[in-house]
């Protein structure tokens, strides 16, 4: 669902869904295409304050593609602190580099069709919490 989504994260939203780039607009073309054993995806869908690449609801599944500005410190604690969050709602967050979309899109798609719709998959929070990055990004 939106999970509290205000209105200006769906009008980025929908500013994205016209604007992405050619790593999403190639996986897209197969998430529509495919189905994937039944997994549903929506495009560049609010969560929270958050817009998610790809959201498949049925599974609780989010798809993030990642370029290399994913590649800077700032955004690696930044994507940490946002899956923590996605992980918060119990949401499964996957994660796959461009160059993966475009170099083996087939395995791509073989990864996230083993999400299945009846069981899907929670990645679990560390018993001992959060990394110290999240803890102080969120308290």
Known sequence: ???????????FAK??????????????????????GGLRFKAQHPIAHFVADFYCHKARLVIELDGSVHDSLDQI??????????????LTVVRFRNEEV??????VTR???THSPATP???PIPADGPPESVRRWSG
């Open 77 to 90: 604690e930044y994507d940490a602190n946002r899956t923590y969050m996605l992980q918060e709602f119990g």
């Open 102 to 107: 475009f170099g083996c899109i087939d395995e």
């Open 1 to 11: 669902m939106f999970y509290g989504a205000t209105p200006q994260v769906f009008e």
């Open 111 to 113: 990864l996230i069709a």
């Open 15 to 36: 500013a994205l869904r016209k604007n992405m780039t050619p790593a999403e607009t190639r996986l897209w073309q197969e998430l529509r295409r495919n189905k994937l």
């Open 121 to 123: 998959c929670v990645t």
